[in-house]
């Protein structure tokens, strides 16, 4: 069975986004695959990032993967903080990426424009991300389109070590899901929904009350067109139904048909409730977690003692093949 490995940062309240882009489809793919998934808490702290805050959102992200319906017995579920291993090989990762490849990478150049002052941590990003995924001998990587540039950095380094030194790493593919890959704010359907954004009103948090929920597609932006179709020149009309459509695991064509005749209102009534129907019950199981930590953290250390064991023998290999000293 190929491994399949995928991760989400601690840096917010998950969003409806992140549900639909990475924990929907995980429900899914740990079926098919033998999985590992993760929560990113080291590459968090490439923003400046409120302690308190950040321990608070690696509970609550562990919690969601749990409560989503994400099995601990049958997947490795854990915290990257945890594995010192990503570390290690995220140093060896920066030795072998050249500067240049390094400084075309998207997010970095668009943090860049934004900030004055951007971490070498941020910089580095990619590398301990390429770390994180060949630590596992990872086959498939999930993520969104935006992240897909990444995926080509990693497969570059792993090739280049394997090439340099001794075939070591798996070359992992990344996959995008065909629906609901990328989901937009409400407000501003041309830009992607974020953990941190400067409206509240954009984003739809897995946490959120149903009141909250359906208030918030009330004021999705829309159109004049007064036609629900999914095309390039409706984006909001087309974030609701791309949203409808996976909520109800259904095409983007039949959601259409669904709403023919209809309204605006009737569109973000209908999206809104679908999505109330599927957080409602994981925001509950989410608040009995919580009262929890000990249970948590139990589930936390089971998990990180599994991935140290693969990331481990992943560190021995490459020690091994370029010349450094193991002592264990």
Not at 261 to 279: H, M, P, R
Not at 308 to 325: F, H, M, P, Q
Request: charged residues 30%; neutral net charge.
């Amino acid at each position: 069975m190929e491994r399949l490995y995928s991760a989400t940062k601690p840096t917010g309240k998950l969003t409806l986004g992140n549900y639909i882009g990475a924990i929907k489809n995980w429900k899914e793919m740990q079926e098919k695959y033998s999985s590992i998934f993760c929560v990113a808490d080291l590459h968090s702290l490439t923003i400046n990032i409120d302690k308190d805050e950040l321990n608070e959102n690696i509970y609550n992200q562990f919690a969601t993967f749990i409560a989503a319906g994400l099995d601990p017995e049958k997947n490795i579920i854990y915290c990257q903080s945890q594995v010192k291993e990503h570390a290690e090989l995220g140093w060896i990762m920066n030795c072998l990426t050249y500067f240049g490849e390094a400084s075309r990478m998207t997010q970095f150049k668009d943090h860049k424009q934004k900030e004055k002052n951007v971490s070498v941590g941020l910089f580095a990003y990619p590398m301990l991300m390429a770390a994180d995924i060949l630590l596992y001998n990872t086959n498939v990587v999930p993520v969104g389109v935006d992240q897909m540039q990444h995926i080509e950095i990693c497969r570059d380094i792993a090739m280049r070590f394997n090439s340099r030194y001794k075939e070591t790493f798996v070359i992992p593919r990344g996959i995008v899901p065909k629906t609901g890959a990328k989901i937009m704010g409400l407000l501003d359907p041309t830009k992607k929904m974020a953990k941190s954004g400067d409206n509240d009103n954009d984003v739809i948090y897995i946490e959120d009350d149903d009141e909250t929920i359906m208030k918030k597609f009330k004021r999705a932006v829309t159109d004049s067109l007064n036609r629900i179709k999914y095309c390039e020149e409706q984006p909001g009309v087309s974030n609701l139904l791309t949203i409808y459509a996976t909520m109800k695991n259904i095409k983007i064509e039949d959601a259409e048909k669904h709403f023919e005749g209809c309204g605006y209102g009737e569109l973000k009534k209908q999206t809104a409730q679908s999505v109330i129907d599927e957080l409602s019950p994981i925001r509950k199981k989410i608040f009995e977690l919580k009262q929890n930590k000990k249970y948590l953290e139990e589930l936390m250390e089971k998990g990180a003692e599994k991935a140290r064991k693969i990331a481990r023998e992943t560190i021995k290999k490459v020690y091994e093949n370029v010349g450094l000293v193991n002592i264990d």
